[in-house]
């Protein structure tokens, strides 16, 4: 998560990530692979921070969309 600011308040945040994991179902009582399932979502939203004490503390409300595909293994 990237936040855009460096004071107490609201700010704009950003989100990227990648992850990719083997899709399988059962058929007929067997195991099949569908292939490799990948996921990269883009996020958008808003954080709000405060700081005490030393401490940072952020909550972000992110949302967006997520390019996803699956392919033969």
Request: proline share 1%.
């Given at each position: 998560?990237?936040?855009?600011?460096?004071?107490?308040?609201?700010?704009?945040?950003?989100?990227?990530?990648?992850?990719?994991t083997v899709?399988?179902?059962?058929?007929?009582?067997?195991?099949?692979?569908?292939?490799?399932?990948?996921?990269?979502?883009v996020l958008?939203?808003?954080?709000?921070?405060?700081?005490?004490?030393?401490?940072?503390?952020?909550?972000?409300?992110?949302?967006?969309?997520?390019?996803v595909n699956?392919?033969?293994?």
């Amino acid at each position: 998560m990237i936040r855009l600011r460096r004071t107490n308040g609201f700010g704009f945040a950003m989100g990227l990530s990648w992850f990719s994991t083997v899709a399988r179902t059962t058929v007929a009582g067997q195991q099949e692979t569908l292939g490799k399932l990948n996921i990269r979502p883009v996020l958008f939203g808003a954080s709000y921070g405060r700081q005490f004490s030393g401490v940072k503390w952020d909550v972000s409300l992110v949302g967006g969309y997520a390019f996803v595909n699956i392919r033969d293994t």
